[in-house]
């Protein structure tokens, strides 16, 4: 009997470990000013693989809130994408070893425009979503919790969806756009009150859901899971 406890306990144990992240972003948070004579900015920061095995990574943008006329754009140790790329294609995913780092840096350009942007960066393994970590980059901005709170209370629900999806508490959205996960539009919605945004005919898979306001700002990009 003390056997069979002594094993189950390891084996709680075992689990509680294997749960834990094995990714460390540096720093997690970044605030930088931004000159609009410039041509961009950059927030530099680097993510390592803590585990002890070798793991595929995939990192996914989140653009909470950017001035019209700016736009952002990911470098990782694989390449600099468009701007138009919200996600790692998956011909580039990153396979770190134990104790490797890539770079992930946000590239913010102004265009000659004052203005300010707040992006976050979710990082995961590939094929284990819980092992994660989400860095914030903010440009002319710092952090506010009246700001957070009222970003963070949007959702997208039910997820994963099936035929239609609805958000809550977004009464300053005025557009949600569909993107597939390489960055095409694939549908735009008016937002009314209540309403339900239907995905019947959208094939199986992850997609983007970017949500702006009456002024073409963006105020939170989702990530939707289609069944």
């Given at each position: 009997?003390?056997?069979?406890?002594?094993?189950?306990?390891?084996?709680?144990?075992?689990?509680?470990?294997?749960?834990?992240?094995?990714?460390?972003?540096?720093?997690e948070?970044?605030e930088?000013?931004?000159?609009?004579?410039q041509?961009?900015?950059?927030?530099?920061?680097?993510?390592?693989n803590?585990?002890?095995t070798?793991?595929?990574f995939?990192?996914?943008?989140?653009?909470e809130?950017i001035?019209?006329?700016?736009?952002?754009?990911?470098?990782?140790?694989?390449?600099c994408?468009?701007?138009?790329?919200?996600?790692?294609?998956?011909?580039f995913?990153?396979?770190?070893?134990?104790?490797?780092?890539?770079?992930?840096?946000?590239?913010?350009?102004?265009?000659?425009?004052?203005?300010?942007?707040?992006?976050k960066v979710?990082?995961?393994?590939?094929?284990?979503?819980?092992?994660?970590?989400?860095?914030?980059?903010?440009?002319?901005?710092?952090?506010s919790?009246?700001?957070?709170?009222?970003?963070?209370?949007?959702?997208?629900y039910?997820?994963?969806?099936?035929?239609?999806?609805?958000?809550?508490?977004?009464d300053?959205?005025?557009?949600?756009?569909?993107y597939?996960?390489?960055?095409a539009?694939?549908?735009?919605y008016?937002?009314?009150?209540?309403?339900?945004?239907?995905v019947?005919?959208?094939?199986?898979?992850?997609?983007?859901?970017?949500?702006?306001?009456?002024?073409?700002?963006?105020?939170?990009?989702?990530v939707?899971?289609?069944?």
């Open positions: 009997m003390k056997q069979i406890l002594l094993s189950t306990i390891c084996f709680l144990v075992s689990l509680q470990l294997s749960a834990q992240a094995t990714i460390k972003l540096s720093p948070t970044s930088l000013d931004v000159d609009k004579a041509f961009e900015t950059v927030a530099h920061s680097m993510f390592t803590m585990g002890d070798t793991q595929t995939r990192w996914i943008r989140e653009v809130s001035s019209m006329g700016w736009e952002s754009a990911i470098c990782d140790i694989n390449a994408y468009s701007t138009s790329i919200d996600s790692t294609p998956e011909d995913y990153l396979t770190l070893a134990p104790g490797d780092s890539s770079i992930l840096d946000v590239h913010i350009r102004p265009g000659g425009l004052d203005g300010s942007a707040r992006i979710l990082i995961e393994e590939v094929g284990n979503p819980e092992n994660s970590v989400v860095g914030t980059y903010l440009f002319n901005e710092m952090l919790p009246v700001n957070d709170v009222r970003i963070s209370s949007i959702k997208l039910p997820n994963p969806v099936v035929d239609y999806f609805q958000l809550t508490n977004y300053q959205v005025d557009r949600v756009m569909l597939n996960i390489t960055g539009l694939i549908r735009e008016v937002s009314y009150p209540n309403e339900k945004f239907d019947s005919g959208q094939q199986r898979g992850m997609y983007l859901v970017r949500l702006t306001d009456r002024n073409k700002q963006v105020v939170k990009t989702l939707m899971h289609k069944r």
